[in-house]
């Protein structure tokens, strides 16, 4: 669940549940753009979106934030590598896109990575063809074994932050899992994270430390 710290003119602080922004008589962008931005912990605001894309310090959204503290402490090369991002979320996808592209020598450093961003749109064939080149696949769009191992090229990394609930066969009960066949993979990925216990434990780090930044107005 996600939470965002909206400012009141009185400078209380409250936490809004952003599962109640999916309601069709609220605007999400309008209640996102209704946080102080050295508020927003989640990233959300306009200003933290665009200084995002500016390659200049912000509050970056958690997840995408997850993401690419993952590949840095692991080691993961991305200059000049090849990248898929499966999902175009304003909140995921597209933040975790402009970390991975953008220029490592701006404010905000970025992978110097070469991008490719599929969504629910893009044939799974021509899906297929993209992976099979990547030398790191980042998947977050919400379906369940939707990268397979004949889609994995040997030694990439897989980083998977998808979230779904499937029926088990075997215990008759619901389960988490994400979006890449995470058995088969396996045995072709040079990298690989599990879920659950993958990016969601990182997200909330990641949360924290805005948090953090924000607390001790380290970037406004």
Same mark, same amino acid.
């Given at each position: 669940?996600?939470?965002?710290? &909206?400012?009141?003119?009185?400078?209380?602080?409250?936490?809004? $549940?952003?599962?109640?922004?999916? =309601?069709?008589?609220?605007?999400?962008?309008?209640?996102?753009?209704?946080?102080?931005?050295?508020?927003?912990?989640?990233?959300?605001? !306009?200003? $933290?979106?665009? =200084?995002?894309?500016?390659?200049?310090?912000?509050? #970056?959204?958690?997840?995408?934030?997850?993401?690419?503290?993952? *590949?840095? =402490?692991?080691?993961?090369?991305?200059?000049?590598? $090849?990248?898929?991002?499966?999902?175009?979320?304003? $909140?995921?996808?597209?933040?975790?896109?402009?970390?991975?592209?953008?220029?490592?020598?701006?404010? =905000?450093?970025?992978?110097?990575?070469?991008?490719? *961003?599929?969504?629910? /749109?893009? %044939?799974?064939?021509?899906?297929? #063809?993209?992976?099979?080149?990547?030398?790191? !696949?980042?998947?977050?769009?919400?379906?369940?074994?939707?990268?397979?191992?004949?889609?994995?090229?040997? @030694?990439?990394?897989?980083?998977?932050?998808?979230?779904? &609930?499937?029926?088990? %066969?075997?215990? @008759?009960?619901?389960?988490?899992?994400?979006?890449?066949?995470?058995?088969?993979?396996?045995?072709?990925?040079?990298?690989?994270? %599990?879920?659950?216990?993958?990016?969601? %434990?990182?997200?909330?780090?990641?949360?924290?430390?805005?948090?953090?930044?924000?607390?001790?107005?380290? !970037? /406004?």
């Amino acid at each position: 669940m996600q939470m965002l710290s &909206y400012s009141c003119p009185d400078r209380a602080e409250i936490l809004i $549940n952003k599962w109640s922004l999916c =309601r069709d008589h609220v605007d999400e962008r309008t209640i996102c753009n209704g946080i102080a931005p050295e508020k927003d912990v989640d990233g959300f605001h !306009i200003i $933290n979106i665009g =200084r995002l894309c500016l390659d200049q310090h912000s509050l #970056i959204p958690a997840t995408a934030s997850a993401v690419w503290e993952i *590949i840095k =402490r692991t080691g993961i090369q991305t200059f000049g590598k $090849n990248v898929v991002v499966a999902g175009r979320s304003k $909140n995921v996808g597209m933040p975790i896109a402009m970390l991975l592209h953008t220029d490592g020598e701006h404010e =905000r450093p970025g992978g110097d990575a070469t991008v490719t *961003i599929a969504h629910r /749109y893009t %044939p799974k064939e021509q899906l297929k #063809i993209h992976t099979q080149l990547a030398d790191i !696949i980042i998947v977050a769009a919400g379906i369940p074994k939707l990268i397979t191992s004949d889609m994995v090229k040997e @030694g990439a990394a897989v980083i998977d932050v998808g979230i779904n &609930y499937v029926h088990d %066969p075997v215990t @008759g009960k619901t389960k988490l899992v994400g979006d890449v066949d995470f058995e088969a993979v396996k045995k072709k990925a040079g990298f690989i994270t %599990p879920v659950p216990g993958g990016v969601g %434990p990182m997200t909330v780090a990641m949360l924290l430390k805005n948090t953090l930044l924000a607390a001790k107005k380290i !970037i /406004y």
